[in-house]
């Protein structure tokens, strides 16, 4: 049981905008930064977006990121095939002390 | 380029430890955060702790207290994680990662140390 809690799976077509929900509590999203991450199948995570809505350089425009209150969401847009990948939200949690992360979301694109 | 380059595969014992290294370039080594974090086949990303090398100072996620232990090496650009009384769901992938302070996003990976436990 993750602490913040991701739907298990979303999907899309080729060109559509797909999000992607996080939801946390008031120690950790409600309180600090989101961070995004994309894994790829077999690979290492990827930062994706962090403190909330920033890209890191190389990161495509096509992703971005929201948090209001004790949720947080990422967005693509224009969703391409190479977009399939699990995506992970995480944030730091002043009650345990530590980074959460939620339970993942796998991306398919149809 | 900024990397970081992990140990290779290990397979351990039930009740045995371990000791995943990971080497960083590219960088100042003292200027960021390592974390390490855990994922078993098939699972979701489990945060284990945080070292920063700079001080030495570690924190560790209470699911893991008294059972690891995050080092490092400033001559080398290295650091450590360690865990011990291994038991067989403790076999995952391990990854370190570099963030530039608590709560940062990462956003340098190493690329990973497979640990599996089997009598």
């Known amino acids: 049981q993750s602490v913040l809690t991701q739907p298990p799976s979303a999907s899309g077509t080729p060109g559509q905008r797909v999000p992607i929900s996080c939801s946390g509590s008031s120690s950790n999203i ?15 995570p990827k930062l994706l977006i962090y403190y909330n809505n920033q890209r890191p350089s190389g990161v495509p425009d096509r992703f971005s990121g929201s ?18 990948a ?4 995480a944030a730091w949690d002043d009650s345990l002390n530590g980074v959460v992360f939620g339970g993942g979301t796998k991306l398919t694109v149809l | 380029q900024v990397q970081l380059v992990q140990s290779g595969a290990e397979v351990k014992k039930p009740g045995a430890s371990v000791k995943v290294s990971c080497k960083a370039s590219g960088y100042t ?8 974090v855990r994922q078993a086949t ?3 990303l489990e945060w284990m702790g945080w070292m920063n090398p700079n001080s030495g100072n570690t924190g560790y996620a209470q699911k893991f207290q008294g059972r690891v232990t995050m080092t490092r090496s400033t001559s080398i650009s290295t650091a450590y994680m360690e865990l011990s ?35």
């Not at chain 1, 409600?30 to 290492?44: F, K």
């Not at chain 1, 949720?71 to 693509?76: D, G, T, Y």
């Not at chain 2, 996003?105 to 599996?116: F, K, N, Y």
């Open chain 1, 30 to 44: 409600g309180s600090n930064p989101v961070n995004w991450y994309q894994q790829l199948p077999g690979t290492a």
């Open chain 2, 29 to 36: 080594f003292t200027s960021y955060d390592i974390n390490w």
């Open chain 2, 42 to 44: 098939g699972q979701g």
């Open chain 2, 85 to 119: 009384s291994l038991r067989s769901e403790d076999t995952a992938v391990y990854y370190c990662a570099r963030a530039p302070g608590l709560g940062y996003g990462m956003d340098v990976w190493g690329q990973g140390t497979t640990v599996t436990v089997s009598s």
């Open chain 1, 67 to 84: 948090k209001s209150g004790t949720s947080a969401s990422l967005a693509i847009s224009g969703l391409q095939s190479e977009d399939e």
């Open chain 1, 86 to 89: 699990d995506y992970y939200c």
